[in-house]
């Protein structure tokens, strides 16, 4: 099959589509053939160097796809060969074929196009992993979204707005803020011109907001802190702005706050199965109301992937970006 090898790491250039083997399929998986696979921030770190996928994962880029399965292991009770599928990945997207345990594997939602299906399990996995499982956002309840014109932003204002949640955003352009207020986002923030504490403060009578989801990491840390209401949490999916900060306890304790940190590719395969059954029975209902819609702004042929990843690198992009095989 051909895929698309790091062949030194470095910058988009090192991307080459190759001849590469077909890979393994254990007795727990099936085989995918790929139609299409996303994007995401992750892929250019493992392109650098800086981000190995896990042992016993695929070497290629790629933590999701949509496609369908050509093969099924013999403890695979579920899928067959033939049914069009999406799947999260520890790696391999980027390729022809993909192996991937069964308990990762979605139904590709009614009225979304197999290629369009792609641009959802790694954002849906991720949202609902961290926002709503472990820091239990619900009905009632504020939340802000940084990078709200990201494919994890474009999906999470949808998402939460769907649960009945008022959504804060910040963006850097004003056609991004745009983009986030027509997908059902409260209070857009420009972060180049304006104070997002202040401002969330202000829309919040002063108060802070519930949930915060934030993918800079160090630079937003003690901004982060003085937005959240008490009993508000924190959750980290990203390093942008550095990862070493510096923390106030005595904020941390007087408002009750609570951090944590998570990323989904590291996880075992029991643990992304346990959030994958969660996401179809969740995530997939609103998708299938029209409530949360997909947000692909281009897609490329396999063999420009070096030019999707400068796309991705320039963040000129809003919502998704996908490679198709």
Avoid at 75 to 88: I, K, P, T
Wanted: charged letters at 20%; proline letters at 5%.
């Amino acid at each position: 099959m051909k895929a698309v090898v790091i062949t030194v790491p470095g910058g988009p250039e090192v991307l080459k589509l190759q001849d590469v083997a077909d890979p393994e399929l254990k007795e727990d998986e099936v085989l995918i053939k790929v139609a299409a696979t996303a994007l995401n921030r992750a892929d250019t770190l493992q392109r650098k160097g800086a981000y190995p996928p896990p042992p016993g994962s695929s070497p290629y880029l790629g933590l999701e796809c949509s496609g369908t399965i050509e093969a099924v292991g013999k403890h695979v009770s579920r899928w067959q060969a033939g049914d069009r599928v999406c799947a999260l990945l520890s790696g391999g997207g980027y390729a022809e074929k993909v192996a991937v345990p069964a308990g990762q594997v979605f139904p590709v939602p009614p009225g979304i196009s197999l290629k369009d299906a792609a641009s959802f399990p790694e954002v849906a996995c991720t949202v609902w992993s961290t926002v709503f499982m472990m820091s239990r956002l619900s009905a009632g309840e504020t939340f802000l979204v940084h990078g709200g014109s990201s494919g994890i932003g474009t999906f999470a204002i949808q998402i939460a707005k769907y649960q009945g949640v008022r959504v804060f955003v910040t963006a850097g352009s004003e056609e991004k803020l745009a983009v986030c207020k027509e997908l059902g986002a409260d209070v857009c923030i420009n972060y180049k011109t304006e104070d997002f504490v202040a401002r969330v403060k202000e829309e919040t009578g002063g108060k802070g907001v519930d949930v915060i989801l934030d993918s800079i990491g160090a630079s937003y840390f003690r901004r982060n802190l003085d937005s959240l209401n008490f009993d508000g949490r924190l959750f980290v999916i990203g390093m942008l702005g550095g990862a070493v900060t510096e923390i106030d306890l005595r904020v941390v304790l007087s408002r009750r706050l609570t951090i944590q940190a998570a990323g989904l590719r590291y996880r075992s395969p029991e643990n992304k199965a346990e959030i994958a059954r969660e996401v179809e029975n969740n995530v997939w209902p609103a998708i299938v109301a029209g409530r949360v819609k997909t947000v692909i702004y281009k897609s490329f042929p396999l063999s420009e992937a070096a030019e999707a990843h400068r796309l991705m690198e320039s963040s000129q992009h809003i919502g998704k970006i996908l490679l198709v095989a």
